[in-house]
């Protein structure tokens, strides 16, 4: 049964940092997509950046280019998001996402949430100005 947990959640003023952690646990696999969602009270689920666990490759959203950084750490079955500048508009809930079942496979960028089959249940991110 694969489990993520987020944390690292809370509050920031603008042009702060703040990094998120995902720890999971129950993957069988060696090499699948780990992803970040966010997601504003009724906005669509957005993808924020992906990391397939295996060769390292990531993917980021255009939004978060040179803002966000997706890493992992493999020995603790860890995800990381490094957010820095952060502006109001990033106040959003944001969750970690894992595809086990290949859905992913030859989509670019794979960020969208329908193919991601488990989830966290998110850590809020307010930023103040």
């Known amino acids: 049964q694969v489990q993520l947990v987020e944390s690292g959640g809370g509050s920031v003023q603008a042009g702060g940092s703040l990094r998120l952690s995902c720890a999971a646990s129950g993957t069988a696999y060696s090499n699948y997509c780990m992803g970040w969602f966010r997601q504003a009270p009724g906005k669509e689920r957005e993808g924020v950046a992906a990391?397939?666990?295996?060769?390292?490759?990531?993917y980021y959203a255009d939004s978060v280019k040179g803002l966000f950084t997706i890493s992992q750490d493999n020995a603790e079955n860890t995800l990381y998001l490094q957010m820095n500048s952060l502006k109001p508009e990033d106040t959003r809930r944001y969750s970690c996402?894992?595809?086990?079942?290949?859905?992913?496979?030859?989509?670019?960028?794979?960020?969208?949430?329908?193919?991601?089959?488990?989830w966290g249940p998110g850590a809020q991110i307010t930023l103040s100005s």
């Open positions: 996402a894992a595809d086990m079942e290949a859905a992913t496979m030859g989509v670019v960028p794979p960020l969208s949430a329908a193919d991601f089959g488990y």
């Open positions: 990391i397939y666990t295996g060769s390292g490759r990531t």
